[in-house]
């Protein structure tokens, strides 16, 4: 605060992603006297597209303004002197603020996931491999007469295999036989029947079946003496002539 003056002011505009904000900051002096005790300092965080006060409060609005940007003082302050050329300030900054820094700056926290995929990742493969020295330290070797016998197991194991394969495929082949066996004996049954109940519905028709042919048999007789009788006469006249 200058000398002789009672208040104090100080704003500043920022946007955060698209969004537009005002800071104000304020002290006064008691009384409204140049050598009055200094009041508690006010702050507001403002809203510029509603011009509504979002958050009052000195703590309030540093904590507001640090959940949007993402920055406390200490890491804008450094942000600003890296922007505008003092990389020997921010490379004196501890390294954990200076990678956290870069992270908010240059939006690198892709990065920073990548690489704790990429360890572990590493971490996985490392203990893959700790794992695996761990089953050779384990490995017993053998000697001559050690591997020959295991190498004749090995052999007979094989022999046995394909002996039960054989077998297998033997057994398949006898399984498809009776199978099929099966369902011709299964056709044979229904053809059977089929033709018992044909014979039988026949044997139930043969009388029906005799009446037909005699009554067929007269008509064939009674057209034959019909005709003979009309034929008779013609003979004789063509005789005659």
């Known amino acids: 605060m200058s000398h002789y003056c009672w208040e104090s002011l100080c704003e500043v505009e920022f946007e955060i992603n698209g969004q ?3 800071s104000t900051w304020t002290q006064k002096r008691a009384h409204k006297k140049p050598d009055g005790k ?3 300092a006010k702050m507001d965080l403002v809203d510029l597209k509603t011009d509504k006060v979002i958050v009052s409060g000195s703590s309030k609005v540093t904590q507001h303004i640090e959940a949007l940007s ?6 804008f302050t450094q942000s600003m002197m890296l922007a505008q050329g003092s990389f020997d300030a921010f490379l004196k900054a501890k ?3 200076r990678s956290l820094l870069l992270e908010k700056i240059t939006g690198t926290k892709i990065y920073t996931e990548i690489s ?6 590493y971490s996985l493969y490392d203990n893959e491999i700790k794992l695996e020295e761990k089953v050779l330290e384990g490995i017993e070797f053998l000697d001559e007469e050690q591997l020959y016998e295991k190498k004749a197991i090995i052999a007979e194991h094989k022999k046995q295999k394909e002996i039960a394969h054989s077998q297998l495929k033997e057994m398949t082949i006898i399984l498809n ?3 099929q066996l099966f369902l011709l004996r299964k056709n044979q049954e229904q053809y059977t029947k089929a033709f018992e109940a044909i014979a039988q519905e026949k044997e139930c028709k043969k009388e029906d079946f005799i009446k037909k042919k005699s009554v067929k048999k007269r008509i064939l007789l009674n057209l034959i003496w019909q005709k003979r009788h009309w034929l008779l006469p013609l003979c004789i006249d063509i005789k005659k002539c």
């Open 20 to 22: 537009s904000y005002r």
């Open 177 to 179: 036989w009776v199978e």
């Open 95 to 97: 390294e954990s603020d």
């Open 70 to 75: 993402g920055l406390d003082f200490d890491r």
């Open 38 to 40: 200094f009041q508690s």
């Open 116 to 121: 704790k995929r990429v360890y572990a990742q």
